[in-house]
Nanobody, 121 residues
Framework: QVQLVESGGGLVQAGGSLRLSCAASGRTFSSYAMGWFRQAPGKEREFVAAISRGGSTYYTDSVKGRFTISRDGAKNTVYLQMSSLKPEDTAVYYC???????????????WGQGTQVTVSS
């Protein structure tokens, strides 16, 4: 079992930046690939980014070059640095943990409660 708690969401103007954090507890953090998803009102939850246990990163096309996922093993935390934010990035952002990046992208295993990101135009 692993517990995930997201933080760092908020209201930001278009073009601004935010950094989301996801603190993990329970089983060894290094055992998991980690990811971020988002869900906008009236839309399905979608994959945003993932990072493997070894640090390889993966992004959906719409955030490439703007978002950066990273992990800190000493703090058991995964981050999502978001820059050049757009109104269409507005969503609840969720942290996800699974055995592999493939499993993360499928939305398997463990989820946090989500943090709201609102980008104003």
């Amino acid at each position: 079992q692993v517990q995930l708690v997201e933080s760092g969401g908020g209201l930001v103007q278009a073009g601004g930046s935010l950094r989301l954090s996801c603190a993990a507890s329970g089983r060894t953090f290094s055992s998991y690939a980690m990811g971020w998803f988002r869900q906008a009102p009236g839309k399905e939850r979608e994959f945003v980014a993932a990072i493997s246990r070894g640090g390889s990163t993966y992004y959906t096309d719409s955030v490439k070059g703007r978002f950066t996922i990273s992990r800190d093993g000493a703090k058991n935390t995964v981050y999502l640095q978001m820059s050049s934010l757009k109104p269409e990035d507005t969503a609840v952002y969720y942290c996800n943990a699974a055995e592999t990046v493939v499993a993360v992208k499928r939305g398997n295993d463990y989820w946090g409660q989500g943090t709201q990101v609102t980008v104003s135009s």
